[in-house]
T-cell receptor, first 112, second 109 residues
Framework: SQTIHQWPATLVQPVGSPLSLECTVE??????LYWYRQAAGRGLQLLFY??????ISSEVPQNLSASRPQDRQFILSSKKLLLSDSGFYLC???????????FGQGTRLTVV | GQQLNQSPQSMFIQEGEDVSMNCTSS?????WLWYKQDPGEGPVLLIA?????ELTSNGRLTAQFGITRKDSFLNISASIPSDVGIYFC?????????FGAGTILRVKS
């Protein structure tokens, strides 16, 4: 069966520090991968998606970047965090269009 | 980008009541998805709709894909305390999966 792992679960980082959140998927190959950010009690904002290794599409201009060094690994990064980067970050995967998205447990990031 | 308008923004209902929420878009889509998110977790798919006019049930949940392909509704019958959470509509275009702002459901027992 397929599983998605996302870590860490919580993170407190000072302003200006770097960030690296990792997401890995097991039990499937060539998934579509997504990073979302969610403000408290609000909707999910699509940040990046990837349909293959090295292929990254960015949805909104921001202080973050994403990379996909391996087929089932998706990394969200920042060189210097801002206070506004705080939020709940969710990684998800699908097999492609018209299929269910499966989400990781999320990372709650607080920038102080 | 594509936008989904979800209403109501939040609901506070009595246990046992029926609930209705909807989602609209200015564009036509081929897929409507409804997800539920429990506090501190990722969303989980409830119902997927792939054809205009399609009406699909999942236990106490019923969802319909509007004939115009620009809207969808989700109904929950006889709500219970565990229905608490955020309900999202979502749609796919290209390889993107885009979510509405969500309806927060709170249930009084």
């Amino acid at each position: 069966s397929q599983t998605i792992h996302q870590w860490p679960a919580t993170l407190v980082q000072p302003v200006g520090s770097p960030l690296s959140l990792e997401c890995t998927v097991e039990g499937t190959s060539n998934p579509n991968l997504y990073w979302y950010r969610q403000a408290a009690g609000r909707g999910l904002q699509l940040l990046f998606y990837s349909v293959g290794i090295g292929q990254i599409s960015s949805e909104v201009p921001q202080n973050l970047s994403a990379s996909r060094p391996q087929d089932r690994q998706f990394i969200l990064s920042s060189k210097k965090l801002l206070l506004s980067d705080s939020g709940f970050y969710l990684c998800a995967w699908t097999r492609g269009v018209r299929t269910e998205a499966f989400f990781g447990q999320g990372t709650r990031l607080t920038v102080v | 980008g594509q936008q989904l308008n979800q209403s109501p923004q939040s609901m506070f209902i009595q246990e046992g009541e029926d609930v209705s929420m909807n989602c609209t878009s200015s564009s036509i889509f081929n897929t409507w998805l409804w997800y539920k998110q429990d506090p501190g977790e990722g969303p989980v798919l409830l119902i997927a709709l792939y054809k205009a006019g399609e009406l699909t049930s999942n236990g106490r949940l019923t969802a319909q894909f509007g004939i115009t392909r620009k809207d969808s509704f989700l109904n929950i019958s006889a709500s219970i305390p565990s229905d608490v959470g955020i309900y999202f509509c979502a749609m796919e275009y290209g390889n993107k999966l885009v979510f509405g702002a969500g309806t927060i459901l709170r249930v009084k027992s």
